[in-house]
């Protein structure tokens, strides 16, 4: 693996970007933690990528983890949706309206 040199301690993810090689080949999942965490410490940084690249199934539990929160997301809306539309239902008017017309002069 290549060595990376910060001249600070904490970095950004554009700077972490235009450090990485392009034969590096840096894609999922480093690239998403940079997203979530775009200033982490430059040290923590190269420890994720040294245990991203040397554990052959990481890339799995984060698509893991990525689905069950797209269950879990797409689960909330609908019961998000199913109970607006069970109070839409129940304050619908379903008798005749009467309206008033008052003037003021």
Known sequence: MSTLSFNHSYITLPELLSYLDPDLQFRTPQLQIYAIYPFLHSS??????????SIKWFPVIIKGLAVLFAAFFIRLSVSWFEHHQRNRRRARITGPIEVRVIHVD
Do not use: G, P, V
Not at 44 to 53: D, H, L, N, Q, Y
């Open 44 to 53: 923590t940084i190269m420890s994720i990528m040294e245990t991203a690249t």
